[in-house]
């Protein structure tokens, strides 16, 4: 899962397998938070994000999990492929009036083998 | 819809030297924020311009600076350039409409200016 540390935390997997990647959030406050994806030489993409209202959201073969009880975010991919190797960053944000600047997490480095 | 575009895409500096770099949103997005992102610190905030004008800064040194057009379209200058400015430099937009919905605040990233000092 995510860290402060300097390192990047690592996911490995096999094709086929489902992966969970975690995120430890920082600010009670925090009321959106989103997932995304960096390949290799590419910047972040979106890939899903949920409200504090919610604790549950699926996507296309991703689930996003939110336990505001112990600050905690999990992204779910099912049925893991080459294709979804990355490194996964989370993001919080707070509400509106609030900073529009997201607090990133470390980002977790998936690499799925075929 | 066209995504971000940065450019240039690859630069070579020595240091001293100053840069500027390019970041053309996309259209309809007024927000504009500015990353920095190294293996050892992961991404770093650097400033983000709303309407052409500055409304958020992280905490780097006065050495970066930007600014934002009429167009939206956003540059940043790195001046006399450190080893340690070596990074990959992204540029994200977001519609960012105040007191707007949450998903406003989804940002849309470039594929990144890879700076290298020398």
């Known amino acids: 899962g995510e860290s402060v540390g300097l390192h990047l935390p690592t996911l490995s997997v096999q094709e086929g397998d489902n992966s969970i990647i975690n995120c430890a959030y920082s600010n009670s406050a925090s009321d959106y938070f989103i997932w995304y994806k960096q390949e290799s030489g590419k910047g972040p993409q979106f890939i899903i994000d949920i409200r504090s209202n919610m604790d549950k959201r699926q996507g296309q073969r991703v689930t996003v999990l939110l336990n505001k009880t112990v600050k905690h975010l999990s992204l779910q991919i099912a049925a893991t492929q080459p294709g979804d190797s990355a490194v996964y960053f989370c993001?919080?944000?707070?509400?509106?009036?609030?900073?529009?600047?997201?607090?990133f997490g470390r980002g977790t480095s998936l690499i799925v083998h075929p | 819809k066209a995504g971000v575009t940065q450019t240039p895409r690859y630069l070579i500096k020595t240091r001293g030297q100053q840069v500027t770099l390019s970041c053309s949103p996309i259209?309809?997005?007024?927000?504009v924020s500015w990353y920095q992102q190294t293996p050892g610190q992961g991404l770093q905030f650097l400033f983000e311009?709303?309407?052409?004008?500055?409304?958020n800064k992280g905490n780097f040194p006065g050495r970066f600076s930007g600014r934002q057009f009429s167009n939206s379209r956003s540059e940043m200058n790195v001046s006399t350039l450190e080893l340690g400015d070596s990074a990959l430099y992204l540029c994200?937009?977001?519609?960012?409409?105040?007191?707007?919905?949450?998903?406003?605040?989804?940002?849309?990233f470039g594929s990144g200016t890879q700076l290298s000092v020398l």
């Open positions: 993001a919080e944000n707070i509400g509106p009036g609030g900073s529009y600047i997201p607090t």
């Open positions: 994200a937009s977001s519609p960012a409409l105040t007191g707007g919905p949450a998903e406003g605040k989804k940002l849309f």
């Open positions: 259209s309809g997005h007024r927000s």
């Open positions: 311009y709303f309407s052409e004008t500055q409304r």
